[in-house]
Nanobody
Framework: QVQLVESGGGLVQAGDSLRLSCAASGRTSSSYTMGWFRQAPGQEREFVASITRTGSSSNYAASVKGRFTISRDNAKNTVYLQMNSLKPEDTAVYYC?????????????????WGQGTQVTVSS
């Protein structure tokens, strides 16, 4: 089992950058593929990015590709989401999630461990 804690959210202006962190404790995070999801008020949780156990491959939602970068440092049991050129439509609660069977896709139900989320608000 693994516990996930997100940090790094905040209030920024359009065009700014933020880096989110997801610290994992318990079983080593290198055993899991990791994903970032987000959920805006009144909307379903949506996939943002995912990364393999070793960090050798990653996937992105079309809406963030080219602006966001997911990475991981397994020595620190931490996954990051670097968000550049932020837009008001990026405003949401961002969640970190872990999957133990190698899945790196976009379906939230395939991820078994979740953090409590961190709020990102982008003003225009």
């Amino acid at each position: 089992q693994v516990q996930l804690v997100e940090s790094g959210g905040g209030l920024v202006q359009a065009g700014d950058s933020l880096r989110l962190s997801c610290a994992a404790s318990g079983r080593t995070s290198s055993s899991y593929t990791m994903g970032w999801f987000r959920q805006a008020p009144g909307q379903e949780r949506e996939f943002v990015a995912s990364i393999t156990r070793t960090g050798s491959s990653s996937n992105y939602a079309a809406s963030v590709k080219g602006r966001f970068t997911i990475s991981r440092d397994n020595a620190k049991n931490t996954v990051y989401l670097q968000m550049n050129s932020l837009k008001p439509e990026d405003t949401a609660v961002y969640y970190c999630a872990a999957n133990s069977d190698g899945y790196v896709g976009f379906q939230p139900r395939r991820y078994i461990y979740w953090g409590q989320g961190t709020q990102v608000t982008v003003s225009s």
